[in-house]
């Protein structure tokens, strides 16, 4: 076998052609190596562009998906590659979002304050609002972009709460500019009251305004939103506040006590209560006072002797006189002009040494004035008169003043007994006379009251005022026959004296006076005339 493959081979080693000496080989054109360059230029675009092509379309397919990219957080809750609906329930799941409805209330001096919502200063993202910064993460650019944030992503997780936050400076200074509102309204009050009945001085510190540093109550609210504070205090000033002048105040409030009294006409002057404070005492509790707080400052009083109230107290606090008549019997005519003259005395005051009449106080009587015709004395006579019925309010005052131990200047009894009061206790009047007059002599101003009893029928006159001495006084009266002047054998009236019996406080007696006396004819049926004599008691005294 070897020996066949060596004869084969000497066969075609002698076939073969002489060898010949080969030419030299031809240079290569240039344009070749150009070729060659070109053509891995257009490789490598080719490869560059699909590549191009192919980050287009996976950037185009991240940017349509969807999808969060896939290594995203909200404030720790993971929600990697999740759609926009399972983010959100993912958030609901978490119960993200604890500072989402807080808010941060600002407490400022003077009981001033503000808040400021966390949403809407910007310092937290609501759900929606941090839901759709997690989608819009590798969503919001072009493919590339796109492309870039997710092979980032895949290397470096991204928090959508991190980092500081943008606030809403616009909306928080607005939320400032109420407080301080508020701050100078509370401000907008005196420096000072002086309750001198409670004995305090009252001062506001900071009355007027206060230069609080509001640009420093900026950076504060800001620090405390990005703490997540819900609460804070700032009272911080741009320069300390100026204390008082308590030694002007002092002699500004100081008063020296003074009594009440009367004036003229028995108006009370009301008391003056002296009052000062402790200068020192004053000037350390505003010191230790914040801003826009009360400083109280006790104020020491010195009462005056005699007050307001005890002067007031004094006058009309007792019935010095009082006296009650009756009018049974009279007609409707009648009880008018009884009530409309005692209208006309009810809450009359006399002062002292003031001087009452009957006729200048009830007036003319006339029918423009409301009095009616009724019966009435005149000229020993009964008869049907304008006004008649006001002599027993005349008379029933007039039994009032003898109690009261008023000073009486004018009056004059009836023609005949009244039939509403005894013997001496009447006061006959008539426009223009006879008046009844009197005079108030007493230490203190009397008031008049008079008013009607519809009931009982009766009238009743007090003299109110005010009882220094604690005397009383009893009346009484005698009596004498009054014989005719013809005939002394015929009795026609009764000459009366009238008297009161004074008694001190104790009860102890005091004297005797005389009040007053006259004479009071019976009517002519009442006289017993001898048979056959004919004439008129009226005619022959009048």
């Known amino acids: 076998m070897s020996d066949k493959f060596d004869d084969l081979l ?22 070749s190596l150009g070729r060659r360059l070109a053509i891995t230029v257009f490789v490598l675009v080719c490869a560059v562009a699909l590549l191009v092509c192919a980050a287009a379309v996976w950037g185009y397919s991240l940017s349509v998906n969807g999808k969060n990219l896939p290594n995203v957080y909200i404030d720790g809750v993971y929600v990697g590659g999740m759609t926009r609906e399972e983010t959100e329930a993912a958030l609901r799941s978490a119960d993200w979002g604890a500072l989402e409805g807080e808010t941060l209330a600002v407490s400022l001096p003077a009981g001033a304050g503000f808040s400021v919502d966390y949403l809407g200063s910007g310092a937290v993202l609501g759900r929606d609002q941090a839901v759709a910064a997690a989608v819009s993460i590798g969503h919001d650019g072009d493919v590339f972009q796109n492309l870039a944030a997710y092979l980032k992503n895949l290397l470096k997780p991204v928090d959508v709460t991190a980092g500081k936050r943008a606030l809403n400076e616009s909306y928080i200074r607005d939320r400032m500019a109420e407080g301080l509102k508020a701050l100078g309204d509370n401000l907008n009050k005196t420096a000072y009251v002086a309750d001198i009945p409670g004995e305090k001085l009252v001062l506001f510190k900071g009355a007027g305004g206060v230069p609080l540093d509001t640009e420093g109550l900026y950076a504060a609210v800001t620090a405390a939103l990005e703490a997540g504070e819900t609460s804070l205090r700032y009272d911080k000033l741009t320069r300390e506040l100026a204390a ?5 105040l002092f002699w500004e409030l100081a008063v020296v006590p003074a009594d009440a009294y009367y004036t003229e006409a028995f108006e009370v002057v009301p008391e003056v209560v002296g009052c000062g404070f402790d200068i020192n005492e004053a000037a350390r509790l505003w010191q230790a006072a914040g801003v826009g707080e009360q400083v109280v400052v006790p104020l020491f009083t010195q009462a005056p002797a005699v007050t307001a109230a005890q002067l007031q107290s004094y006058l009309y606090r007792d019935v010095l006189g009082a006296q009650l008549t009756y009018y049974y019997g009279s007609t409707s005519e009648r009880v008018n002009n009884i009530r409309l003259a005692a209208s006309k005395l009810d809450g009359l005051i006399l002062l002292p040494g003031e001087t009452f009449s009957y006729n200048d106080t009830v007036g003319q009587r006339t029918v423009e004035a409301g009095f009616q015709y009724a019966d009435a004395y005149s000229d020993g006579q009964v008869v049907s008169e304008l006004g008649g019925g006001i002599c027993q309010v005349s008379s029933t005052l007039y039994g009032a003043a003898l109690y009261a131990r008023l000073k009486i200047l004018s009056r004059q009894n009836h023609y005949f007994k009244v039939g509403y009061l005894d013997y001496g206790l009447d006061a006959t009047v008539s426009w223009r006379q006879p008046d009844f007059k009197f005079r108030n002599d007493r230490e203190f101003p009397v008031k008049l009251v008079a008013y009607l009893n519809e009931d009982e029928q009766s009238l009743v006159v007090e003299i109110w005022g005010t009882d220094v001495d604690g005397v009383t006084v009893r009346l009484y009266h005698t009596e004498d026959d009054v014989f005719d002047e013809e005939l002394p054998w015929v009795l026609i009236g009764k000459s009366v004296h009238t008297y009161a019996d004074l008694y001190d406080a104790d009860g102890n007696y005091l004297n005797t006076t005389n009040v007053n006396s006259g004479v009071y004819y019976f009517h002519d049926e009442d006289i017993e005339w001898p048979e056959g004599y004919e004439r008129s008691l009226g005619d022959a005294y009048l």
């Open 10 to 31: 000497k066969n075609k080693i002698s076939s073969a052609p002489e060898k010949t000496e080969a030419p030299a080989p031809k240079a290569k054109p240039r344009r």
């Open 244 to 248: 008082p002048d308590f030694e002007a």
